[in-house]
């Protein structure tokens, strides 16, 4: 998968302080509405999967992409990458260190994906630019996020049945109000998701396409395998 045409967005090596003020300026950029290929949701033919784990008391990032037939959720490619961690770990400057590492494991997909699912936020971030907005705007792609834990903001419980949702809405000191993403039940009376919009896919769609792809777990099929694969054993460990 190669990135958007054009020059890169931004350099990488960047201070947090400047990767905030980069975060801020970039967020104006992100588009919240359906804008898939030609065809729109229809198309879908080809969903990945992205997450990362890191090694060797964090100096190692081991980035995962998978790939999925649309809507079987068959299995086809996988690609993990090692690299050298290059970013400090900082809360809320997450896609920092784990992006490029990601579209590296991406290029090595043979194929586009027509939607990619991340492990980690997109709109649900202090500064409405989390990883799934990052790597959805670089590579203008349409991402969607799909969390473990809260971030930001403040939600009551979903109800107990696989598709109960509640709202995520922005906490003190932000907008009163705002929507910013959706606690969603994926499984009965297991723990919820954090759902969402990266880039070009609405909060609705991001929901609908969550649900369609969770199977009997917790975590949509895409994120759960390249969660797994990212923490696979290597060989000699």
Known sequence: ???????????????PAEAIAL???????????????PGGRRAIRRVAGVDA????????IRAAAVMLSWPELALTDEVLVERPTAFP??????????????????????????????????????????????????LDAPTVGVAKSRLTGAHDQPGPAKGDAAWLLAGKGERPGERLGTVLRT???VKPVYVSAGHR???????????????????PEPTRLADKLSKARRAGD
């Open 89 to 138: 770990y900082v809360p809320g400057l997450l896609s920092f260190r784990e992006v490029p590492a990601l579209l590296e494991a991406l290029a090595g997909l043979p194929a586009a994906p027509d939607l990619i699912l991340c492990d980690g936020h997109g709109y649900a971030h202090p500064r409405r630019f989390g990883l799934a907005c990052h790597l959805g705007l670089w």
């Open 53 to 60: 784990a890191f090694a060797d008391g964090g100096r190692t």
């Open 1 to 15: 998968m190669t990135p958007r045409e054009g020059p890169p967005l931004h350099p990488w090596d960047l201070t």
């Open 187 to 189: 499984r009965e009376r």
């Open 201 to 219: 896919v609405s909060l609705r769609t991001a929901v609908a396409l969550t649900l369609a792809s969770t199977t009997r777990y917790r975590l």
């Open 23 to 37: 975060q801020k300026r970039l967020a104006g950029s992100v588009r919240r509405t359906d804008r898939f290929g």
